[in-house]
């Protein structure tokens, strides 16, 4: 998933470049990406996530990957950050049974 949020799924978007005599030829707007490591409290380990900044802002607003990952929506998720969802899940769901 190359120019892709795992967390947010934004990615590229095309527009125009207007010059000063307003000709308009096509351009790209790449997300700011970053190479990020979120720790998992429940699981106690790290995940590397290629995500946007915003993305990380949004993570520290909500308190931290896990409760980031229990309000993310499934479809927008990447593979790898929907089965770090699902091993959160588990342990949260065995934590309280037990």
Same mark, same amino acid.
């Given at each position: ?27 790209? #707007? $790449? ?6 490591? !979120?720790?998992?409290?429940? @699981? ?7 995500? *946007? ?14 409760? #980031? $990952? ?6 927008? !998720?990447?593979?790898?950050? @929907? ?7 588990? *342990? ?7």
């Amino acid at each position: 998933m190359a120019r892709r949020c795992e967390l947010t799924g934004k990615g590229v978007m095309s527009g125009n470049n207007v010059s000063h005599s307003n000709i308009k030829t096509r351009r790209r #707007f $790449l997300p700011n990406l970053n190479v990020a490591t !979120l720790a998992s409290e429940t @699981l106690g380990r790290s995940f590397r996530f290629k995500i *946007a900044a915003s993305a990380l802002r949004t993570v520290d607003h909500r308190g931290g990957l896990d409760a #980031f $990952l229990a309000k993310a929506k499934d479809e927008e !998720l990447s593979p790898n950050a @929907l089965k770090v969802k699902r091993d959160i899940a588990k *342990a949260q769901a065995a934590s309280s049974a037990a």
